[in-house]
């Protein structure tokens, strides 16, 4: 009855393609301990350090003197909802000057219930070719169609508007604004463009720059200056504010049909209240005083190459990236190796993942070491 699933297995193993779940000792804001070593984890989206670090939770917890439980037991829509949810909520929406926000249990959750719900029958989503799974899986489960336009490639996108739009009801553009993978910027200012002059809705995934990028840490978008033209924006609380949920938020109507529509929320107990003040906590008390230093963890990515704090060494087979992260491990730093499904075939790679805490020194060493493996 296995000797499918075995099969498999072993076609993962033999091909350098295996995953299984690692057993950490311990963690903190910069390094992980791992086998008995202690690694500068460069795998991580602990990208403000807020995540494991021991001081930051102690404060916090002196703060809610316990006013807050560990379990909700129960889905936003029934009994699930505290006053501190809405109190998270309305801070995003005052953060972002949007109209209202839907928190949701994960980046995933979020995805998958804004791309699933968003498009109905008649209805067409425009999304780039390396857009997140969770965004992909969205759209296979929403009733509408599909097109996946060449990576950051509008020219392209516009082509397949003027051919398509006229078809359907609702069209939307979806696209991360950081690439999770690639570390690389969508063109923002043009899919803005783009979603007004052909009637779209915009949907942007900030999840890997919120927290990160703008004076208020908002995102590309505050970067730019163009929130106010994005219809809803997606954002995570599990990387850079070191806690756990995402969110959404934008258009009121739209925030609305995702409460009533997006059964990833309906259909989820609630996060726990004390992960919801926790995240509320850090947004207002220490996401505020953190700009220099994400400056320079930015001008880091930048000077090593990347558009941001995400740093892509592609290496190419399977076995190639494996072997390269052995030996950064065996120089002190913990990386894992990504490979597809995650990227394309023939791409697989390190994704340096850079946070407050590691200096140029430490960076630039262990990019030395991943390309001596490269050649």
């Known amino acids: 009855m296995f000797n499918q699933y075995t099969k498999v297995l072993e076609d993962l193993k033999s091909n350098s393609h295996f995953r299984n779940v690692r057993n950490f000792e311990k963690k903190d804001e910069k390094f992980i301990y791992f086998n008995g070593e202690k690694l500068i984890n460069l795998s991580s989206n602990n990208y403000l350090g807020f995540a494991d670090n021991q001081k930051i939770t102690e404060e916090f917890l002196n703060t809610v003197n316990n006013s807050y439980s560990f379990g909700s037991a129960s889905a936003r829509l029934l009994t699930g909802t505290l006053p501190v949810y809405n109190e998270l909520e309305n801070t995003i929406c005052e953060l972002f000057g949007t109209q209202k926000t839907l928190i949701f249990n994960s980046g995933y959750h979020a995805n998958v219930g804004v791309c699933s719900c968003i498009a109905g029958n008649g209805d067409v989503i425009f999304s780039d070719k390396l857009n997140h799974a969770s965004i992909i899986d969205g759209m296979k489960l929403s009733s509408g169609k599909f097109f996946r336009y060449p990576h950051k490639n509008t020219d392209a996108l516009e082509k397949l508007l003027i051919r398509e739009r006229k078809n359907f009801k609702n069209a939307i553009i979806v696209s991360e604004t950081v690439f999770s993978m690639d570390g690389d910027i969508a063109d923002i200012k043009r899919l803005v463009e783009l979603k007004e002059k052909y009637n779209c809705i915009l949907i942007l995934d900030e999840a890997h720059a919120f927290g990160v990028f703008g004076p208020k840490g908002i995102g590309v ?9 994005v219809d809803l ?17 934008g258009n009121k109507i739209l925030i609305e049909y995702l409460t009533n529509r997006a059964r990833s ?3 989820s107990t609630a996060l726990p209240p004390i992960n919801i003040a926790f995240s509320k906590w850090i947004i207002e008390n ?3 005083y953190t700009y220099e230093k994400r400056q320079k963890m930015l001008k880091l990515g930048e000077k090593a190459g ?9 290496i190419g087979t399977n076995k190639d990236t494996v072997d390269t992260c052995d030996i ?9 190796p990504i490979r597809p499904p995650t990227v394309p075939e023939g791409t697989s790679r390190l994704r340096l993942s850079l946070t407050t805490e590691i200096d140029e020194k430490e960076l630039m060493h262990a990019i030395s070491l991943a390309k001596q493996k490269k050649q």
């Open 233 to 249: 924006i997606i954002g995570t609380f599990g990387k850079s504010i070191g806690s756990m949920g995402a969110f959404a938020t």
């Open 286 to 288: 220490k996401l505020p």
């Open 328 to 336: 950064l491990f065996k120089n002190g730093y913990f990386t894992l």
């Open 221 to 229: 978008t505050e970067t730019l200056g163009i929130t106010d033209k």
């Open 306 to 314: 990347s558009e941001s704090h995400i740093i892509p060494i592609i």
């Open 265 to 267: 929320f309906i259909f």
